[in-house]
């Protein structure tokens, strides 16, 4: 069974940033895609960003250029940079593995000033 834990998430000032991190316990981590996804309160939960097994990346365009996702095998962690924040960026982030359909318990992203 993996089990997703993420950590990172604050109170930061628009412009600013914050890095996002994801470590995983269980399975076979380089094996599959990493996501994270974000849900604003009120709102459905939407997608961020995605690695793939071999390093191949996507984002939602309301991220991108702003955001970037890694992941370290070596270590079962995956990342989420996140610069120039916006007070729009305000979310729960959560990571996800596919192929084993785990989600993380979720970090709280704050942007206010």
């Known amino acids: 069974q993996v089990q997703l834990v993420e950590s990172g998430g604050g109170l930061v000032q628009p412009g600013g940033s914050l890095r996002l991190s994801c470590a995983a316990s269980g399975g076979i981590f380089s094996r599959y895609g990493l996501g994270w996804y974000r849900q604003a309160q009120g709102k459905q939960r939407e997608l961020v960003a995605t690695i793939s097994s071999g390093g191949s990346t996507n984002y939602a365009d309301s991220v991108k250029g702003r955001f970037t996702i890694s992941r370290d095998n070596a270590k079962k962690m995956v990342y989420l940079q996140m610069n120039s924040l916006k007070p729009e960026d305000t979310a729960v982030y959560f990571c996800?593995?596919?192929?084993?359909?785990?989600w993380g318990q979720g970090t709280q992203v704050t942007v206010s000033s």
């Open positions: 996800y593995q596919w192929g084993t359909d785990s």
